[in-house]
């Protein structure tokens, strides 16, 4: 039947029976969970461990039974009841929680009679300690899971009863998981062991740690991936817990991977506990671009305890006060006292000391003179030896954190005057002022002993100052101030003093063991340092008067003459020289000896009593200048003129010891000068071109090496051609003539110049450039032989050519030049070419061998000339005729030569020699003469045509030919006149214009025509050319055919032709 109810459709009662069914098998619970395990033993209900991956920690949650079993006293059990929690590697079983230890305990259920908390029921109503929803809430515990852990781990709870026992039933999912939890915590990243310390007196804290790679180098230090490493400052602990909130901020330093420390600058007036720390970022940590910051602070890298910077200064001290008291010992004591400050505690009191007042102590030169613990209130300084001078004692109070105040008030300072040797006097000794003259007095003296680095001061009075009376620029005038070691200065006195009596007065200025200090001690008892009375000059004397210089070349001096001074006493002369303008273009002239380029040459020269005095100055040798000399005047004081006047005191001298130099040449008799050395026969003219003015005209002396004389054996002056005193680039020019003969004989000519300038400076201008060579060279031909000698050169033998050259002077060249086929007519000149296989031997003589080939030339004479030419550039010419043949022997016997012995040929015919008379000559005359008759006749018959009659219409000779004259279109006969051009032109008549079309056989008017008559040389075989020429030459219009026009145009070809 159910079948039959499922199949056939009855589904909604289907549907009821099984939700009924359902229904019933469903438990009736309450809606809290059923507890697991026995309710005596109060296990842990619902255990759940839950790992956090961002803190690292594993957090474990349960709750309290909820059912008592129908013990209803049972959950005031929980009051006295401990829950335990557990952690391991392993599987916790009952056995192993003997050997484990609870990382967390935690009572059942609190409970607080005394102060019960109305949010808290439980704590007086047990039955609100169930684990029942509206009940007790739970209980949690978190465990932070360790750096670099990676792993899985159980967690189980226990229950301590309140009698002490431990339960030890776990079940799974109640007190113990089932599932261990998978824990995995990032590895430390951070520095180790950051330490920190605070320097009050440079308000710095010194911050230092232990990098991670120093322990583990695995974190990268450069490249991209570099970390840094960032210093914080907190005011507060910072830990795990909160140092996440770091990052929100900015640390206060980004320092390299590899630093270890840094310094802390603290801004001054500071007061604060300041926590710091450090970390590590890692750039690209976990991905690129993601970078990451150890914030877990697990490796001693954030303080635990504050570091206390205090730079603000404690309360000053207010009252100070210094006493000096000297020694016998050559030192002394200081006792500076005080008032110590009450409002602090376990301060320091420092004592400072310098030469001048300070109002810090980061003075370089204040000096820490003696540090005294609170309550004493009193210090002794031992002032050293030599220290004379005011001294500045300053107390400055260090708080208990070492802080102190560097600025430093007048009202914790004291001044005091030390001496330590009072019966030392203090002053440099053997004082000595002298006059030196030139408004000069140099005080000169012993430096001060016992000191270093002093400073001298010179002063002047009219009288002499005790020490008492001393006052600066009112009764001592300063004068100036030197180093020690120098002991001299040169007092610069007023001009225009006349004997006046000065005292002069040295003190010492010097730092007594006061290094640094600006402010310098003065000894000023006056007791050995002065000197005086002095008398003092500075009245100058008048300007020298110079006379004229005069320059004596000959003695190589200049004579330098000078009036002494009538208003003068013992002085004295010195003389400068300036080889420059000292004047320059000043419309006053002026200058001083003491300006550049003046330099002293004599002096200083005392006065000799006369009214002149004279001194002579060397002028070196060869010296040509204009040089300025001046006279300065020095009193019996030292007192000196300076000025230099021109004219007065000064004076221009040439100086000249420099011998006149002159260029030279030798001309031709053209007046044109020679090139080379070598002077032949003929006149000359030596012209020379001095270099200055002279005395007098120059002497010259021509001789020879061989003994001649070209002078007349003495000197003679030579000719002043031009002084060329307007020509500041050309000297004097002189001139002398004179001859070489043909006769004279060959050597080298010596020529002296005698010539003295205005200066008298002499010298002798030797000249042996050159030389006589009036004779032409020799040269005699020793090869070929001359063909008078009979000798021959035959076909393909070599003749040799052997000549040589012989001068008295010397032979520059040689030249070889051939005639071939001398005496014919068709001989040929070679050109002269250099000769070749030249020698020369030790005396100049050239020898000259050559080899030619007789085959060159044809038999018959020629002709070899050699020339040789000297350094004169005489020349001659040698020749020499030689004969060169072909020769063959015949079978006769006989040798026969081309030219010396030819073979005889046959005779030739011999024409005999005509005159115009003869009979040849008389036929062709008469023959020329005929000739010329014919042609006279042949002319005279041609003018006779030409003028004779015309023919008339009705002659029977012309009848005939009218039919075709018209057929034609011509009626009349040629006109030779008209051909000619020997017809009138006044006879000549227009025909009437051609129509443009015309029947080509018409009858053409017949006009008269004049027959031009042809010269009577023209042949008859040109009659047709000439009718043709007819209508070509005729003035008169014709009847335009085009059949006659192309026949005109053949005419007119023929004759151009």
Known sequence: MNGDMLNKGGHKTTYLVLSILLLSSLPLVSNVSADQGIPEELQAQEIVAVFDPVSETTTVTWRNIAQSGGDFDLFEELWDSTYHVYRSGDPITPQALETLQPWHSVDACEKNSADPDPEEPWNTNPNKCRGAEGNHPGHAATYQVGAGTDGVFFYAISTELSNGNITDTLTVNSSILYEPVVEVATPIRSPYNIVATFN??????????????????????????????????????????????????????????????????????????????????????????????????????????????????????????????????GTGITTIVWDDILSEEGEQYRIYRHGEYFNTTNNPYVQLVGTVQEGVSEFQY??????????????????????????????????????????????????????IGDGVTRVTWIDQAGIEGERYHIWKSTYRVQGAQFSQNQSLMWQGSVPDGVEQFDVQLADGLTAATSHYFVTSEALYNCQGCNGTMMYTELVQNWDGPIVEDTMPPQTGRMLAPQMIGELKVVDLEWQNSASEDDETYSLYRHFGDPFGDAEFAVSN????????????????????????????????????????????YGNTNPEILPGENSVLVSEDTKPPSITYAIHDEDNVPITGTSLVRG????????????????????????????????????????????????????????????????????????????????????????????????????????????????????????????????????????????????????????????????????????????????????????????????????????????????????????????????????????????????????????????????????????????????????????WMNEFIGTSAEPDMADITGGAPAEKKKESTPEPEEEDPFAVNVIQKKRRRKKKSSDDDDDDDDDDDDDDDDDDKPKRKTKRRAAGRRKATKRKRS
């Not at 500045?392 to 560097?406: L, T």
């Not at 009072?422 to 006059?435: H, L, M």
């Not at 000896?593 to 005095?613: A, H, Q, R």
């Not at 003495?714 to 307007?726: G, L």
Request: glycine share 6%; aromatic share 10%.
């Open 382 to 435: 031992t002032v050293p030896f030599s220290t004379y001078g005011d001294f500045v004692y300053c107390v400055v109070i260090v708080d208990q954190f070492g802080s102190a105040n560097p600025d430093v008030p007048l009202s914790a300072c004291d001044i005091v005057s030390e001496d330590s040797d009072e019966g030392w006097v203090k002053e440099p000794t053997n004082v000595n002022a002298t006059f």
């Open 200 to 329: 009050p007196e440079t308000s710095q804290t010194f911050v230092q740690w232990i990098n991670y790679n120093s322990i583990n180098p695995i974190l990268p230090e450069d490249g991209l991936d570099a970390y840094e490493i960032h210093l914080w400052r907190t005011e507060n602990l910072v830990d795990r817990s909160n140092g996440f909130d770091l990052l929100q901020g900015t640390p206060i330093a980004v320092l390299n991977a590899t630093d270890t420390q840094v310094y802390v600058d603290v801004p001054p007036m500071t007061s604060r506990d300041s926590y710091y720390s450090v970390t590590y970022l890692l750039p690209n940590w976990t991905a690129p671009g993601v970078d990451y910051e150890d914030t877990r602070f697990l490796s001693n890298n954030a303080m635990s305890n504050a570091i206390v910077e205090d730079n603000t200064p404690p309360t000053d001290v207010s009252t100070v006060e210094a006493l000096f008291t000297p020694s016998e010992d």
């Open 593 to 636: 000896y003491t300006d550049s380029g003046w330099e002293l040459v004599d002096g200083p020269i005392p006065e000799n009593g006369f009214s002149t005095m004279i001194r002579q100055i060397p002028v070196p040798d060869n010296t040509q200048r204009d040089v300025w000399y001046a006279l300065i005047i020095s009193d019996s």
């Open 683 to 962: 006149d000359y003219t030596l012209r020379i071109e001095v270099s200055e003015t002279l005395d007098e005209e120059p002497m010259i002396n021509m001789s020879t090496s061989n003994g001649g004389s070209l002078t007349g054996d003495t000197a003679q002056a030579m000719i002043k051609q031009s002084e060329n005193s307007n020509n500041p680039d050309k000297g004097p020019e002189y001139f002398h003539v004179f001859s070489i003969s043909s006769t004279a004989t060959a050597g080298d000519i010596l020529i002296t110049i005698n010539s003295t300038d205005l200066s008298l400076n002499t010298i002798d201008v030797v000249i042996t450039d050159y030389a006589i060579d009036a004779k032409a060279p020799l040269v005699t031909i020793f090869s070929p032989t001359d063909q008078d000698d009979g000798a021959k050169y035959l076909y393909g033998n070599e003749i040799k050519v052997v000549a040589g050259s012989t001068d008295d002077v010397e032979i520059v060249s040689m030249q070889i030049r051939f005639v071939q086929n001398y005496g014919t007519s068709s001989s040929v000149t070679e050109p002269w070419r250099d000769v070749t296989g030249l020698t020369v031997n030790e005396d100049g003589d050239w020898t000259i061998e050559m080899v030619v080939s007789s085959g060159n030339y044809l038999p018959g004479m020629h002709e070899v000339s050699v020339k040789a030419i000297d350094s004169a550039g005489n020349e001659r010419t040698q020749k020499v005729k030689f004969i060169t043949d072909w020769c063959r022997h015949r079978g006769d016997g006989e040798t026969i030569c081309e030219y010396s012995n030819p073979v005889e040929s046959e005779p030739e015919v011999v024409y005999p020699e005509l005159n115009a008379t003869d009979p040849p000559y008389m036929i062709a005359w008469v023959t020329a003469g005929i000739s010329l008759l014919a042609v006279i006749a042949s002319l005279f018959v041609i003018s006779s045509a030409m003028s004779g009659p015309k023919k008339k219409k009705g002659d029977d000779d012309d009848e005939g030919d009218e």
